[in-house]
T-cell receptor
């Protein structure tokens, strides 16, 4: 099992550019999450999904969109990148069938918006 | 307002001693609480989970306590080693909303040789 993988590992964008971050998991997990982590702010939930075809807003959803077309993939899109979106982005997944199961995190995507 | 608070400053502990990290929360009713470890440049890794009706959980050198009256969890590492140096995050899963987990900002722990 590869667990949770994220693509790309690092990206530099100019203000106004768009990009998509890809998260993939091979554990057949129902729930998937996108977080951003900034110094002094901890992990903040952007969007999450409780199953294929469903998404919901988290704590800081503005400026981001997501899609969950396949159970194993969760995409995070930035339509028009802003310097405030410079951050480290983590994807996570967990199993719904055991309600108190842990989250498994990917290695992160470092995004710099100039 | 709802808050999860962890020691904001780094914690320096001498090797071999017990490290104790604190997680306090306000205006939450967590169903359970988790502790994660995060190394620089890596994603968080799950360590321990404790349910709201449990007082204490142990795993090897790790021990977690959960006091819902004090609204506090303590995370202990006994016989600490330099390899235990990392940032430790606490996370709450809320009653009836266990599809979302709320993270604290983390405490950086340094074990000094």
């Amino acid at each position: 099992n590869a667990g949770v993988t994220q693509t790309p590992k690092f990206r530099v964008l100019k203000t106004g550019q768009s990009m998509t971050l890809l998260c993939a998991q091979d554990m057949n997990h129902e729930y998937m999450y996108w977080y951003r982590q900034d110094p002094g702010m901890g992990l903040r939930l952007i969007h999450y999904s409780v199953g294929e075809g469903t998404t919901a807003k988290g704590e800081v959803p503005d400026g981001y969109n997501v899609s969950r077309l396949k159970k194993q993939n969760f995409l995070l899109g930035l339509e028009s990148a802003a310097p405030s979106q410079t951050s480290v982005y983590f994807c996570a997944s967990r199993d719904r069938t055991q309600p108190m199961e842990t989250q498994y995190f990917g290695p992160g995507t470092r995004l710099l918006v100039l | 307002s709802q808050k999860i608070e962890q020691n904001s400053e780094a914690l320096n502990i001498q090797e071999g001693k017990t490290a104790t990290l604190t997680c306090n929360y306000t205006n939450y009713s967590p169903a359970y609480l988790q502790w994660y470890r995060q190394d620089p440049g890596r994603g968080p890794v799950f360590l321990l989970l404790i349910r709201e009706n449990e007082k204490e959980k142990r795993k090897e050198r790790l021990k977690v306590t959960f006091d819902t009256t004090l609204k506090q969890s303590l995370f202990h590492i006994t016989a600490s080693q330099p390899a235990d140096s990392a940032t430790y995050l606490c996370a709450l899963a809320l009653m009836n909303r266990d599809d979302k987990i709320i993270f604290g900002k983390g405490t950086r722990l340094h074990i000094l040789p």
